[in-house]
């Protein structure tokens, strides 16, 4: 991908208010937020739209962008590596702990907010968490970078959960994840994590292996 595709994709971003909001403007509009010409931005939008980065609507004289999975996920690295970087030798915090069994609800709360997991974290989850235990949990929430609404369903009622990126390290391999702080919480002494894969067949773990888990934002 081409740094100047990125950065016109921040400057989309910086415009909207969140992840699932969407940016209308005429291309007049578009040439003054990219600081070009109205063709050169429009040819930019091709390129973005092109690597499947947004998407766009003409809504007559104007149109809708809306920055797609694929894009938030472009973004997030960015962060990710700025923050790192911005950093710049500040401790890291990582929690120590062993694989357990969870009490076999993580793969249906997975399915029941799997489009709310897609729209906030650029993420299409594994239906499944991670479970780990760990003798002494550091005050996550302030780490936090978002949270995903609850919501109900069928007469049943799903509460929030608050999401912090981390990297997961089984000996030298690593997974950028997220942990997870459900608001109904039954766990006392572990944590949550969901990824893309399932943690387990691509680390090999079982129960009582040791992991970390470093924030990283």
Do not use: W
Not at 21 to 37: A, F, H, P, Q
Not at 141 to 149: A, D, H, V
Not at 152 to 173: A, D, T, Y
Not at 189 to 199: A, H, Q, T, V
Request: aromatic residues 8%; contains cysteine.
């Amino acid at each position: 991908m081409m740094n100047r595709q990125i950065l016109i994709l921040y400057n989309i971003s910086r415009k909207l208010r969140s992840i699932n909001d969407k940016l209308i403007l005429s291309s007049s509009e578009l040439g003054e937020l990219l600081g070009v010409s109205q063709q050169t931005a429009s040819r930019y939008l091709l390129e973005l739209e092109g690597e499947g980065l947004i998407k766009r609507r003409k809504l007559g004289r104007v149109q809708e962008i809306e920055i797609t999975v694929l894009g938030i996920i472009a973004l997030r690295e960015i962060h990710k590596n700025l923050g790192a970087f911005l950093r710049d030798g500040d401790e890291s915090v990582v929690i120590e702990g062993r694989v357990t069994r969870g009490i076999g609800e993580g793969a249906y709360y997975v399915r029941e907010y799997m489009q709310k997991f897609m729209d906030k974290l650029g993420i299409i989850p594994f239906p499944g968490t991670l479970n780990i235990k760990v003798s002494n949990i550091p005050d996550i929430e302030r780490y936090c970078t978002g949270k995903i609404e609850g919501f109900e369903k069928e007469g049943r009622s799903f509460g929030n959960i608050k999401f912090v990126p981390v990297m997961l390290r089984v000996n030298e391999k690593t997974e950028d994840c997220f942990l997870i702080i459900p608001e109904r919480t039954h766990y006392k002494d572990g944590i949550e994590i969901i990824s893309e894969f399932n943690l387990r067949d691509k680390f090999g773990l079982r129960d009582g292996d040791s992991v970390s888990v470093e924030i990283t934002d």
